[in-house]
């Protein structure tokens, strides 16, 4: 978990609402992901991002964004269009030199809908 | 369609045995292979990955792995299991024409008893 941190650990949504999940790293890295995880399930991937200013959908991007303004930071934002977002969300970052490179992961963000 | 599987939700063994949790995985061409751990409530951590070379991959804590091309599987293993090893293993595969999507398995659970 080194170098990624997400903010806050626990998130509690009425429904109707947006918020915004919070994922900084300091290691210097080009690229950055957002993953969703469900019980049972792999992880799946909701947005990446491999550049500044840039950044692309992943396999379930519906009802989340994301915005990358800064190299540092990577923000999702579940919105109300998200219709089943309590799950476990998870960042990660990596360098871009080549497809070999590792994906780095932070602690984690539960999201529940009350 | 491309996919992996860890065919088995969880796996029991004593402490001090040899342990293995099971990936196969369907991708076209020679992908990449990378297992992780996750402890509860946190977020993955990465063990090792293959990209080319040796079959036989050492990794962190003293887990390795083994590439079989001719069976598509990349099983994780550890000669003498720990208490402190149970947690839930995820094994991933990035495609050669990807440079940055990793394919998920659902997840193995490992139980070691004392």
């Known amino acids: 978990d080194g170098g990624i941190t997400q903010s806050p650990k626990y998130l509690f949504r009425k429904e109707g609402q947006n918020v915004t999940l919070s994922c900084e790293q300091n290691?210097?890295?080009?690229?950055m992901y957002w993953y969703r995880q469900d019980p049972g399930q792999g992880l799946r991937l909701i947005y990446y991002?491999?550049?500044?200013?840039?950044?692309q959908k992943g396999d379930i991007a519906e009802g989340y964004s994301v915005s990358r303004e800064k190299k540092e930071s990577f923000p999702l934002t579940v919105t109300s269009a998200q219709k089943n977002p309590t799950a476990f969300y998870l960042c990660?970052?990596?360098?871009?030199?080549?497809?070999?490179?590792?994906?780095?992961f932070g602690p984690g963000t539960r999201l529940t809908v009350l | 369609a491309q996919s992996v599987a860890q065919p088995e939700d969880q796996v029991n063994v004593a402490e001090g045995n040899p342990l293995t949790v099971k990936c196969t995985y369907s991708?076209?061409?020679?992908?990449?292979l990378f297992w992780y751990v996750q402890y509860p409530n946190r977020g993955l951590q990465f063990l090792l990955k293959?990209?080319?070379?040796?079959?036989l991959v050492k990794g962190s804590y003293g887990f390795e792995a083994e590439f079989n091309k001719s069976q598509t599987s990349f099983h994780l293993k550890k000669p003498s299991a720990l208490v402190s090893d149970s947690a839930l293993y995820f094994c991933?595969?990035?495609?050669?024409?990807?440079?940055?999507?990793?394919?998920f398995g659902s997840g193995t659970r490992l139980l070691v008893r004392p």
């Open positions: 293959y990209i080319t070379g040796d079959n």
């Open positions: 991002s491999q550049i500044v200013n840039d950044f």
């Open positions: 990660a970052s990596s360098i871009v030199r080549s497809n070999t490179d590792t994906q780095y």
């Open positions: 290691l210097n890295h080009d690229a």
């Open positions: 991933a595969v990035r495609p050669l024409d990807s440079s940055y999507k990793l394919i």
């Open positions: 991708v076209s061409g020679n992908p990449y």
